[in-house]
């Protein structure tokens, strides 16, 4: 059965220090991984995709993804964390098979602290 | 390029009421989705239109749900009678075709009450 899952549910780093958020998938057809980002009361923008080109994506905001299919992984990381990337944060896996299927995972809350 | 754009923002209703959303997607993307977000939750699937046709509707509580997409382009999203349980936020989102990156519009914020 295809799932993703995010290992976090909630991740509090100091402003400055490095952000890693976890998505693991489980597949049997080559997926594209997308992560998302939910400000409070705001929808869902993308901030990166990997489909099946370079394994390591940058995304916006200084996000940057590496994709890894011997351990079905896709995390997201920051090298210094700024005060304005607290939010929700959405890995995605799209399938694609007789019939696409979109495979949301639970989300991680990311908190800063000064 | 505008985005997916969504109305209303923000009701208000009583439990047994009515409501519907609107939902314009990206100019030329054929693939539409509604999803419903619960707060604390992920987004939950509703349906999934390519053109004005339903692709994934197995998620929509058909006795209280329903949608259409006329002519392959806006579409809209109707409870009807609303129950407590349905307080979500209403997100649209489209994509260039159903292998593409999908786009989200800001969401319809419903609370019945």
């Known amino acids: 059965a295809q799932s993703v899952t995010q290992l976090d549910s909630h991740v509090s780093v100091s402003e400055g220090t490095p952000v890693l958020l976890r998505c693991n998938y489980s597949s049997s057809y080559s997926p594209s991984l997308f992560w998302y980002v939910q400000h409070p009361n705001k929808g869902l923008q993308l901030l990166l995709k990997?489909?099946?080109?370079?394994?390591l994506v940058k995304g916006i905001n200084g996000f940057e993804a590496e994709f890894k299919k011997s351990e079905t992984s896709f995390h997201l990381t920051k090298p210094s964390a700024h005060m304005s990337d607290a939010a929700e944060y959405f890995c995605v896996v799209t399938l694609y098979s007789s019939a696409s299927k979109i495979i949301f995972g639970s989300g991680t809350r990311l908190s800063i602290r000064p | 390029e505008a985005g997916v754009a969504q109305s209303p923002r923000y009701k208000i209703i009583e439990k047994r009421q009515s409501v519907a959303f609107w939902c314009n997607p990206i100019s030329g993307h054929a693939t539409l989705y509604w999803y419903q977000q619960i707060l604390g939750q992920g987004p939950k699937l509703l349906i999934q239109f390519q053109n004005n046709g339903v692709v994934d509707d197995s998620q929509l509580p058909k006795d209280r749900f329903s949608a259409e997409r006329l002519k392959g382009v806006d579409s809209t999203l109707k409870i009807q009678p609303a129950k407590l349980e349905d307080s979500a936020v209403y997100l649209c989102?489209?994509?260039?075709?159903?292998?593409?990156?999908?786009?989200f519009g800001e969401g319809s914020w419903l609370t019945v009450v």
């Open positions: 990997y489909t099946s080109a370079a394994t």
């Open positions: 989102a489209s994509s260039p075709r159903t292998r593409n990156t999908i786009y």
